[in-house]
């Protein structure tokens, strides 16, 4: 019987401690496009996890924040199935303010998929 994929996005999923943070910047890699740059680091849980960083350098405003982390948030949520277990650390670019999730998705997957951190599709 097949496994029924979940397009939650639940806590344990989440990257949430200092030290989560750390341990993917210090022993990750890094990619960048425009819109979306992120480092990823494997795990021994058996799933993705994500961490989400948009800096008031990139965008100003509050509003523009959240919205950027929205964007990369339902990203990661409508892709994590398609990911090896890893942990990322999304850090958003200038290019996101005024983008659309279609193009923060295809950033996203075209990185990904030079990483290597995409499953095998069948």
Not at 97 to 116: M, N, P, S, T
């Amino acid at each position: 019987m097949e496994e029924k994929v979940r397009f939650t996005f639940r806590k344990y999923e989440r990257l949430r401690k200092q030290s989560e943070f750390e341990r993917v910047f210090s022993y990750g890699k890094s990619l960048g496009g425009s819109t979306v740059a992120f480092y990823f680091a494997p795990n021994d849980l058996g799933y993705a996890r994500a961490g989400f960083i948009v800096s008031k350098k990139v965008c100003r405003k509050a509003v523009e924040r959240n919205r950027a982390k929205r964007l990369m948030r339902e990203v990661f949520r409508l892709n994590k199935h398609k990911l090896k277990p890893v942990d990322i650390v999304f850090i958003a670019r200038k290019g996101i303010k005024g983008k659309k999730f279609q193009d923060v998705e295809k950033d996203f997957l075209k990185l990904a998929r030079k990483a290597g951190i995409l499953r095998d599709e069948e």
